[in-house]
């Protein structure tokens, strides 16, 4: 399972911890399944905690709150994130600034 998908998801749960399984593939772009695996292990790693809530009298649903380890873990993980989106920014920048300078040379 991917850093991403687990930052995703505890950046998505942190904002509305209601969310249905369902909500939160799709939001994610993937699977129930694949949802599910995730919560699953966001779980085990002590990140996210459930709790019971009543949607409705018929129905029982889930809240999925971020504990302390969850809020820090998710701040290591925006970290590291940021400091890899940010190289790729800089290797992009340096190639486009090549392919720039090619295409000048090109034109002339």
Sequence with gaps: ??????????????????????????????????????????????????????????KARYLYVLTPSGLAGKARLTTAFLKRKLQEHERLSAEIRLLQEEAQRSNL
């Design 1 to 58: 399972m991917s850093d991403e998908r687990h930052l995703n998801a505890l950046r998505l749960l942190e904002e509305k911890p209601e969310m249905t399984q369902r909500e939160l593939a799709a939001a994610l772009g993937v699977s129930v399944g694949a949802a599910n695996y995730c919560l699953k292990a966001l779980v085990e790693k002590g990140w996210v905690k459930l709790e019971n809530f009543q949607r409705s009298k018929t």
